[in-house]
């Protein structure tokens, strides 16, 4: 029986509706609410075996279980009122023969594709018709131990973790020509995608492939089934977390959470061909270039305005680089951004979740190009992971990089001090780039409500009242050099520990105080005004007190749980269209 005939005409997925017509014995794909099987075989009817095949441009195989007979199961039709004739005709003025109205287009389980650089990143929302087409699917992932790097899974009752690593080896027909032909698969790519625990929002923050990290030492298991350790190395490139000395992804994973502080999900791998292969599967991807890009390097050469993009194409388009910006690897992270926000949109639009032959295109071509961690490696996970993802909203999905400024070799960066903790630190405390709880906010702003100074104008003493050693000095660091609150002190330890995060002020001080609230996302609770709150500096002028607390999560990260939409870093969110300059 068919979705529609169980009564969920309001969720269907396409490759659900997939049904067996007993008159012909063979599948066919019902686009429409179900009606009584007329008993005239379509024309066009193929089981979903074959319709997977012909999306791999393989022969049809039978839909036959091992072990038992060609004889088709027979799916009975709708249930008709007592003593109705079997074929009813509609009453006049129905829509159907038993007065249903037509259901409205289902959106389908969310599917979404993502593919950057050499990247490509597939979560298909898709459940197969039919056992043998199911497990040829399951068939085709290739799994990869995470060796304990992992949290153990994703839950639907919290924030999600995913770090999806692109690689730099040649495999796939036709990829030894973009040279390193023996290239053992370096995360040339790689970025880790956070779904907030109530699916408002997600941050997808790239990692350059050139920034100066430290790498642990990585418990790993090998082809044959054995366990070895790999040493750890300190102070270079983070591409070398995968592939240099027989390192696996599980490696890379360690290596982003000794970096930012959060603990890994799952990971996704793909390499040059899943890019062409993914791109292809959902009809292209359009790109639009503010300017004429030829490339020598990449191969890419295309005019100025918009253009579809796949296969071939597409993969010149995300290697690019000296032909854009400033010719670098962070420029070419740009690229990827826009191309991965433009296929967001095109995957969450009508064009492709009720289209069924991009939704088996995409399931055999995802299955096919993508390696997973082995906690993940099977369909209905995937399909699970997928639906929690394409809850988040376009408009919420934020693009961002990690902060890096050039080592003195020229040719490596290393993490902004103060701006890349701040983000780690954002991602890591579930809070949203982007203005996601507006409501809140709204509450927030009325309780503060009044004039605010100018930052320059504000003057506080910093002190430590329980939060982690060393936050003073990293507050004052970010108030003074990156929020322009120069006229500010820390004064180490205050007297006492504090399990919240205070701001103690005179009234004359109010408009001091909702501008320091502003920047640092203070509550309206933190605010403690007052006669005498504020303290006399060596100057002879009156400093407010700003004593954090155990909830201090890192210079910059609102403690009032609102977004960071007004954190330093550059950022861009999924529904908005760019072009390449």
């Not at 509450?443 to 003057?459: D, I, N, P």
């Not at 910059?556 to 999924?574: E, H, Q, W, Y």
Request: aromatic letters at 4%; proline letters at 5%; glycine letters at 10%.
């Amino acid at each position: 029986m068919d979705a529609q005939g169980r009564g969920r005409a309001d969720d269907i997925d396409p490759a659900d509706q997939w049904v067996l017509n007993p008159s012909t014995g063979e599948y066919e794909l019902r686009l429409t609410p179900s009606a009584p099987q007329s008993g005239v075989p379509r024309p066009r009817s193929a089981t979903p075996a074959a319709a997977g095949a012909r999306a791999a441009g393989r022969p049809a195989r039978s839909a036959t279980l091992p072990g038992t007979r060609d004889v088709p199961d027979v799916v009975p039709g709708p249930r008709r009122r007592r003593g109705a004739p079997a074929e009813e005709e509609p009453l006049p003025g129905r829509r159907g023969g038993r007065g249903r109205t037509k259901p409205k287009k289902s959106t389908g389980k969310r599917i979404l594709v993502w593919t950057g650089g050499t990247l490509a990143f597939l979560l298909v929302g898709v459940s197969a018709a039919g056992y043998l087409y199911y497990q040829h699917l399951n068939n085709n992932i290739n799994k990869i131990s995470d060796d304990g790097a992992s949290t153990g899974g994703f839950s639907k009752d919290r924030a999600i973790n995913l770090l999806v690593i692109g690689t730099d080896k040649r495999t796939g027909e036709g990829n030894e020509k973009y040279g390193d032909a023996n290239s053992v698969g370096h995360a040339d790519t790689t970025i880790l995608l956070h779904v907030s625990k109530d699916r408002s929002n997600a941050t997808a923050m790239s990692i350059p492939r050139d920034m100066i990290v430290d790498i642990p030492d990585c418990p790993t298991e090998q082809e044959d089934g054995s366990k070895k350790t790999i040493a750890g190395t300190d102070d270079v490139r983070f591409n070398t977390s995968l592939g240099q000395d027989g390192r696996t992804p599980s490696c890379t994973m360690r290596t982003v959470t000794e970096l930012t502080g959060i603990k890994l999900d799952h990971f996704m791998v793909a390499d040059f061909n899943a890019v062409k292969t993914l791109s292809t599967a959902i009809g292209g991807v359009e790109v639009c270039l503010a300017k004429p890009i030829k490339d020598s390097k990449s191969k890419l050469n295309l005019s100025e305005g918009k253009h579809t993009i796949q296969g071939e194409q597409a993969l010149a388009f995300l290697r690019t680089r000296y032909s854009v910006g400033l010719g670098s690897d962070l420029s070419r992270i740009e690229l990827q951004q826009q191309f991965l926000s433009s296929m967001i949109r095109q995957m969450k639009s009508e064009d492709t979740l009720t289209d069924p032959t991009k939704v088996l295109n995409l399931a055999e071509a995802a299955t096919s190009a993508l390696s997973v961690d082995s906690r993940i490696s099977d369909i209905k996970k995937l399909a699970s992971l997928g639906q929690e993802v394409g809850k988040v909203k376009t408009k919420n999905i934020s693009f961002t990089t990690v902060p890096v400024v050039d080592n003195t070799d020229g040719a490596t960066v290393l993490p902004t001090p103060g701006k890349a903790k701040q983000l780690f630190e954002t991602v890591k405390n579930d809070i949203s780039l982007t203005e996601v709880k507006k409501q809140a906010k709204q509450k927030e702003a009325a309780k503060l409500k009044g004039t605010r100074a100018e930052a320059s104008e504000v003057r506080v003493n910093v002190y430590n009242g329980g939060a982690p050693a060393g936050s003073a000095q990293e507050t004052l660091n970010w108030l003074q050099n990156d929020v322009g609150v120069i006229k500010s002190s820390q004064l180490g330890n205050a007297d006492k520990t504090l399990s919240k995060t205070t701001l103690a002020y005179d009234p004359d001080q109010a408009d001091q105080a909702r501008k320091l609230a502003d920047l640092m996302g203070l509550s309206a609770s933190a605010l403690k005004p007052g006669e005498g709150n504020s303290e006399e500096t060596s100057q002879g002028v009156s400093a407010m007190v700003l004593t954090l607390g155990k909830d201090f999560k890192g210079a910059g990260v609102p403690l009032n749980g609102s977004s960071a939409a007004n954190l330093d870093v550059d950022k861009s969110t999924a529904d908005k269209e760019k072009c390449a300059s």
